[in-house]
């Protein structure tokens, strides 16, 4: 253990952080060794890492000090925030400002930080396309996070920046087929016809850990990632060939599914209308061979689909 670098890895006990936290503790010959930071160290989930061979720390977002102390003495970081957790922009602005002066004064060598476009570089604030939220953003949790790379860059901190995108993990909570009163099963998405790029969210860490393991050729650099670019019909014939009946589209009018009145609704609606508008762009980034490069496992949406079978045994 001796000659191995230590990887801090923020969010451990989450989705993006867990995944690269369990692909380096897989593999024997990793040449890292793991630092979960996590604000509940007797969590069940960071009790299984520690299980799996990391060191646990406590370590807050919002807290720089516990941050810097989590940091000292660890080659490389991974940083992820949640804005879902608070809803605020300005929230995950300062954690993330907290996580690069953190870096900077822990002199951490290579930092991944998870980010978004910035939506507004293709829909201005001024453009009526889609309603402006918070004053000052098109989508927040895209939008925001673009805006701190820069916070990264300016503290001098060596740092790759990884573009993800849509969890595939999402479908079973918000877009699972639906059984119609005729028996048919309907898939609604509001996609228009643009292609919808998807990732199994642990395929997020492992290409986090596919960048570290290539030392420091990505630094300063941006590396956007999907598993699979799919249209709204794509993704229901894949259901269909799962579930063995036919599974039809049925796209969601944008202004309608921001009408639809839960949590995060208008945001969400702009955010599928992005990724519809302007798919060939946000596609176009994400070079699919080239993640697998990094990622030699990584998952299709029929693979995924196959994993998570059971989520869909009901309909």
Do not use: C
Request: proline share 5%; charged share 25%; no cysteine.
């Amino acid at each position: 253990m001796a000659d191995k670098q230590t990887i801090a890895v923020a969010g451990a006990t989450g989705a993006q952080g867990g995944g690269l936290a369990r692909a380096i503790l897989a593999d024997p010959d990793s040449g890292f060794r793991v630092r979960a930071l996590t604000r509940n160290p007797g969590s069940d989930k960071a009790r299984e890492l520690a299980g799996l061979g990391a060191e646990v720390v406590q370590a807050d977002l919002d807290d720089e000090a516990s941050l810097v102390q989590a940091f000292e003495g660890a080659y490389g970081a991974f940083f992820v925030t949640n804005f879902w957790e608070h809803v605020s922009p300005d929230r995950e602005y300062a954690q993330a400002a907290n996580l690069a002066r953190a870096a900077k004064t822990a002199g951490i060598e290579h930092a991944i930080w998870s980010t978004l476009e910035d939506t507004r570089e293709a829909i201005p604030l001024d453009d009526d396309r889609m309603p402006t939220l918070m004053e000052k953003y098109k989508v927040p949790h895209f939008d925001v996070k673009a805006e701190a790379n820069a916070l990264f860059t300016e503290a001098g901190v060596p740092t790759t920046f990884l573009q993800t995108t849509f969890y595939w993990e999402n479908i079973p909570s918000f877009f699972p087929p639906k059984r119609q009163d005729d028996g048919s099963l309907v898939l609604a998405m509001p996609m228009a016809d643009g292609r919808l790029s998807g990732i199994a969210v642990e395929d997020i860490g492992r290409t986090a850990y596919g960048i570290f393991k290539r030392g420091k050729d990505f630094v300063g650099e941006t590396v956007s990632i999907a598993g699979e670019h799919l249209t709204g019909a794509e993704y229901a014939d894949a259901f269909a060939e799962l579930l063995g009946e036919p599974v039809h589209y049925y796209p969601v009018p944008f202004d309608g599914f921001r009408a639809a009145g839960f949590p995060g609704a208008e945001e969400m609606g702009n955010m599928f209308q992005y990724y519809a508008e302007f798919d060939d762009e946000f596609t176009g980034r994400r070079d699919l061979a080239k993640v697998r490069e990094l990622n030699p496992r990584l998952k299709t949406f029929a693979e995924w689909l196959a994993d998570h079978k059971d989520a869909f045994a009901s309909l």
